[in-house]
C-alpha cells in the first residue's frame, strides 16, 4: 500500500486505508448468500469489540475479561433507545443514530468508572474485577427485569432496507454493511488513536509506568482513558449485535463468551488490529465449521450431542497452546519473515491491511466450499 | 522488502479477480418471500422442516425427549407413506434454551438448511427472539411450544401459531381448581421472569381477582437457586402454590422447600408437571413421595391414561425411538407431529407455504386433545381450555375437572377427546 499512496503519512494514511478496506468488504458482501452474510455481520459486530480489547491489553497491558459485560452494556442502550424512539414515532436512520448515540455513551461511561477501578489495581485483581462484571450481567437483568426483561432480553423493531437499496440487496446484506460501516469507522478511529500522542503513553505506561511517571506521563488518566476508549469501541460492537438480531439478551454475553473474546485477541496477535479481525472471524466461524463438520459424520446421536459445543472449547484450547508454543505473536505474525523490529509504520501497516484479507475471504471460502 | 511488494501484488491480483468473478457470476440473493415456483424445503419426494430447541444446558433434560420423539413419529410416517408421497425431514437444532443461541440456529435453519417451515420452536424467551425474523421472512412458524400468548397474534404475526395451552388458561384454570377444591386457603405463586410467569399469574388473577394470591415470588433461569423464593413462600404462609416453572425448577422448588421440611400442595403448568422428567430430576428414590398429589394441567392424552393415542405413541416409541423412557414429553412431541401431518395433507398435493398456512388457519385439523383446537382466522391459538392432572401412586391422569376461559372468563367444561383415526397417519 506504501507503494501505491507514497505520499500519504501518518493519520490521513490510516484513514484512507480503513475507508479501502471497509469498501473492499463492503463489496464481499455481493459474494455471499444470506447467511453468510449474518455471519459476516457477526464477525463485524465482534471485531469492534475485540479491536479495543487488541489495543487495551496488547498497547496500554491492562487485562480485562468483561468486554462482553460493555457490550451488553452497548446493546442494551442500544435497544432501550431504539425502543423509545420507537414509541415516539422515530424510524430509521435517525433512530439507528440514536441508539448508537445511546450505546457509546452508556459503555463510554460504564468503562470509565471501571476505569478508575482499573488504574488502581493490576495483573490478577484486575482480571478479576473485570470477571465480576461479566458474571453479574444476567443477574442485573432479572434484578432490573422491569426494564431489561430478565433473560429474555430487550426485542426491538426490525430495520429494513431502505427504500433505494431494497431491489439490489437482502436484509441480511443490508445488515452487514450496516455493520462493516460501524466496525469501519470504530477500527480506523482506533487505528488513529493509537498512533497518536495518547497511544504513544500507552505503551510507555505498559512498558515501564515508573519510567514514564518519571518522564510526565500521568500514568492513571493514560490507563482510564484507554480503558474508556476500548469500551466505546465495544458498546458499539453490541449495538451493532443488536442491530442484526433485534434483540439483545444475557445469554448472549457470558464469561464463555467473555473469555472467548480474549482468546481471539491472544490468538490473533496482541495489539495487532489485523490479528483482532483474525481472531473474530475465528470465533464465529470456527463453532459453525465444527458444527457442519461432526453433523457430516455419522456419529452416533449420543456421542454427538456430547460433542455439540464442547467440540470447539476444545479446539480452540489446542489452537491457544499450539499457536503461542509456535508463534508467540499470535496467527498475525505468521505472514512476517523476519521478526520486525517494531517500528511505527511496520507495525500499523501491517495490522491496517489486515481487515480485509482476514473478514472476507474464509467467509467467501466457506460459502464456496457448500454452494460450488 | 521485495518478498513483501510481490505478496501484496498477488493478494490483489487475487483479491480484484475474485470480486470480477463474482461481480460477474454471482447475483444478489432474491428477496425472500418473492414469487419463485420453488417451494423453499418442498421437494418431489421430501419436506424439510426444522426446530430449535435445548439439547444442552439447563433446559436439556426436561425437554430434549420431545424432538426425540417427535423424530420418532415422522419416522413412523415416512415409513407408512409420508404426506402426499412425501417423507418429512426434521432437522433439529440445539439452542440451549438461551436466546441468543436461538437467533443463530434459526437463521442457518431458514437460510443455509432452506426448511419449509419452523415446527415445534420450544421455549418462551428463546421463540420471542425469533418471532419478528420468522414472520419478516414469511416462514410458517407452526405450533410452538410454549403457552406465551404471544403467538396468538394473527394481525401482528400472520405466520406464528402456538401449541401448548395459553398460560393465562393455565394459571386461571388451577387457581380455579384451586377455589373448587380447597376453599379458603392461601394460593401463592412462583414463576420464571419473563411472559410466562406473567401470564400465569394474569390468569390466577383472572379466577381469583386481583388480591387472589397471597404471595408472588420470581427466578430467573440463569440462577439454579430458588432458596429465597421458597423462603419467602413459607414465610408467607401460603398452602397451596401454583407454579409457572419449567420441569427443572419445578423439581428445584419442590425439592428446596422439602429440604426446609415444607410440603405445600403444588400446582404446575403443563410445561413443568411432566411427572417421569420429575422423578428424574428428583431421583426414584425421594421422587415419587414428594410428587405424591402433584397437581397440573394437560391438553393431550395423559401418559397415565388408556387413551388408544397412548397406546399407538407407546408402539412408535418402542419402535422407532429405540424405546426411550415413555412420558408426556413423548406424547407431547408425537402429537406435535401429528398435528403437522395432518396440516401438511390439508395444504394440499403440492404444499405452499401459504396452504399450510391457509390449511391451519381453517380451523379444520382435529388433532388429538381432550378438548377442540381452536384455531382459526382470528385465533393462532391451538388449547383455550385444560384438564386437570394429578399424581396418584407414580401414574398421572385427568381427575375429570376440564376448565376454558372464555371472553375474560373461567367456566368448567366438559371435556371431548378426539378419538384416533387412520392409525395416526393423517390421509390413509
Known amino acids: 500500500m506504501s507503494r501505491l499512496l507514497p505520499s500519504l503519512r501518518g493519520i490521513p494514511r490510516t484513514i484512507v486505508l480503513g475507508a479501502v478496506l471497509t469498501v473492499f468488504a463492503i463489496g464481499a458482501t455481493f459474494l455471499l448468500d444470506p447467511y453468510r452474510n449474518f455471519q459476516l455481520a457477526t464477525v463485524a459486530a465482534y471485531f469492534c469489540a475485540t479491536a479495543g480489547l487488541t489495543l487495551l491489553i496488547g498497547r496500554s497491558g491492562q487485562l480485562s475479561l468483561g468486554h462482553a459485560a460493555l457490550m451488553a452494556a452497548g446493546g442494551y442502550g442500544y435497544a432501550l433507545t431504539a425502543n423509545a424512539m420507537t414509541d415516539a414515532g422515530v424510524t430509521g436512520i435517525p433512530r439507528f443514530l440514536a441508539g448508537m448515540l445511546a450505546a457509546v455513551v452508556v459503555s463510554a461511561a460504564l468503562g470509565w468508572l471501571l476505569g478508575l477501578a482499573a488504574a488502581r489495581l493490576r495483573g490478577p485483581y484486575l482480571a478479576g474485577v473485570t470477571l465480576t462484571l461479566v458474571i453479574a450481567v444476567p443477574a442485573v437483568a432479572s434484578v432490573f427485569s422491569g426494564v431489561l426483561r430478565g433473560d429474555q432480553g430487550v426485542q426491538i423493531a426490525y430495520d429494513g432496507v431502505p427504500p433505494v437499496l431494497e431491489r439490489l440487496i437482502a436484509v441480511e446484506q443490508w445488515q452487514a454493511w450496516v455493520a462493516i460501516l460501524v466496525a469501519g469507522v470504530v477500527v480506523t478511529a482506533l487505528a488513529v488513536f493509537a498512533r497518536g500522542p495518547v497511544g504513544l503513553r500507552m505503551r510507555a505506561v505498559r512498558d515501564d509506568e515508573t519510567a514514564a511517571r518519571l518522564n510526565g506521563v500521568r500514568s492513571g488518566r493514560v490507563k482510564v482513558t484507554a480503558f474508556t476508549v476500548s469500551s466505546v469501541a465495544a458498546g458499539a460492537g453490541g449495538a451493532v449485535l443488536c442491530f442484526a438480531t433485534q434483540s439483545v439478551s444475557p445469554g448472549a454475553y457470558t464469561l464463555a463468551f467473555s473469555l472467548l473474546l480474549v482468546v481471539a485477541v491472544v490468538l490473533g496477535g496482541l495489539g495487532s488490529i489485523g490479528g483482532a479481525a483474525l481472531g473474530s472471524a475465528l470465533i464465529v466461524l470456527l463453532p459453525w465449521l465444527l458444527a457442519a463438520g461432526t453433523a457430516a459424520l455419522p456419529l452416533p446421536v449420543e456421542l454427538a450431542q456430547r460433542l455439540s459445543g464442547n467440540l470447539s472449547i476444545l479446539v480452540f484450547g489446542v489452537l491457544l497452546i499450539g499457536v503461542m508454543l509456535v508463534r508467540p505473536g499470535g496467527l498475525v505474525s505468521l505472514r512476517r519473515r523476519r521478526p520486525s523490529r517494531s517500528s511505527g509504520t511496520a507495525t500499523a501497516a501491517a495490522p491496517a491491511e489486515q481487515p480485509a484479507t482476514t473478514a472476507s475471504p474464509p467467509a467467501a471460502a466457506a460459502a464456496g466450499a457448500r454452494h460450488p | ?428
Open chain 2, 1 to 428: 522488502m521485495s518478498q513483501h511488494s510481490l505478496a501484496r501484488r498477488v493478494a490483489a491480483l487475487v483479491g480484484t479477480s475474485a470480486v470480477l468473478v463474482a461481480l460477474a457470476g454471482c447475483s444478489t440473493p432474491a428477496a425472500p418471500g418473492g414469487t419463485d415456483e420453488v417451494v423453499p424445503g418442498v421437494s418431489d419426494d421430501t419436506a424439510t422442516i426444522g426446530t430449535h430447541t435445548p439439547l444442552t444446558g439447563p433446559a436439556a433434560a426436561g425437554y430434549s425427549s420431545i424432538s426425540a420423539a417427535a423424530t420418532a413419529y415422522f419416522a413412523y410416517l415416512n415409513d407408512n407413506g409420508g404426506i402426499h408421497g412425501r417423507s418429512i425431514e426434521y432437522i433439529v437444532k440445539d439452542d440451549g434454551y438461551n436466546p441468543a443461541n436461538t437467533q443463530t440456529v434459526v437463521r442457518e435453519l431458514v437460510q443455509d438448511d432452506e426448511v419449509f417451515a419452523i415446527l415445534n420452536g420450544l421455549g418462551t424467551p428463546t421463540h420471542t427472539a425469533v418471532l419478528d425474523y420468522l414472520n419478516q421472512n414469511e416462514v410458517p412458524d407452526l405450533f410452538v411450544a410454549s403457552g406465551s400468548t404471544s403467538w396468538n397474534q394473527p394481525e401482528k404475526y400472520p405466520f406464528t401459531f402456538g401449541f401448548n395451552a395459553d398460560y393465562v388458561v393455565e394459571g386461571a384454570a388451577l387457581a380455579q381448581y384451586a377455589a373448587d377444591e380447597h376453599p379458603g386457603k392461601v394460593v401463592c405463586l412462583l414463576g420464571q421472569d419473563d411472559d410466562f410467569g406473567d401470564e400465569m399469574i394474569e390468569g390466577a388473577e383472572l379466577a381469583l381477582g386481583a388480591d387472589g394470591l397471597a404471595a408472588v415470588e420470581r427466578y430467573s433461569v440463569s440462577n439454579q437457586d430458588v432458596a429465597a423464593q421458597i423462603g419467602a413462600l413459607k414465610a408467607a404462609g401460603c398452602e397451596i402454590n401454583i407454579l409457572a416453572t419449567i420441569n427443572g425448577f419445578t423439581a428445584l422448588a419442590i425439592g428446596t422447600a422439602a429440604q426446609l421440611g415444607w410440603f405445600p400442595k403444588w400446582f404446575s403448568s403443563s410445561s413443568g408437571a411432566n411427572y417421569e422428567t420429575l422423578v428424574g430430576y428428583l431421583g426414584e428414590d425421594i421422587g415419587p413421595k414428594l410428587l405424591q398429589g402433584l397437581v397440573g394441567t394437560n391438553y393431550l392424552p395423559a401418559s397415565g391414561g388408556d387413551s388408544e393415542w397412548v397406546t399407538l405413541f407407546r408402539q412408535i416409541n418402542d419402535e422407532y425411538n429405540d424405546g426411550a423412557p415413555f412420558d408426556g414429553n413423548t406424547i407431547y412431541g408425537m402429537s406435535v407431529a401429528y398435528l403437522f401431518a395432518e396440516a401438511l395433507e390439508a395444504a394440499g398435493e403440492n404444499p405452499t407455504r401459504a396452504s399450510l398456512i391457509d390449511a391451519v388457519a381453517s380451523g379444520d385439523l382435529a388433532g388429538n386433545g381432550v378438548l377442540p383446537l381452536s384455531f382459526g382466522e382470528d385465533s393462532h391459538a391451538a388449547y383455550l381450555g385444560v384438564g386437570i392432572t394429578a399424581v396418584d401412586q407414580g401414574v398421572q391422569d385427568y381427575v375429570g375437572a376440564t376448565y376454558a376461559v372464555d371472553g375474560g372468563a373461567v367456566t368448567a367444561v366438559d371435556p371431548s377427546p378426539v378419538a384416533l383415526s387412520g392409525e395416526g397417519v393423517p390421509g390413509s
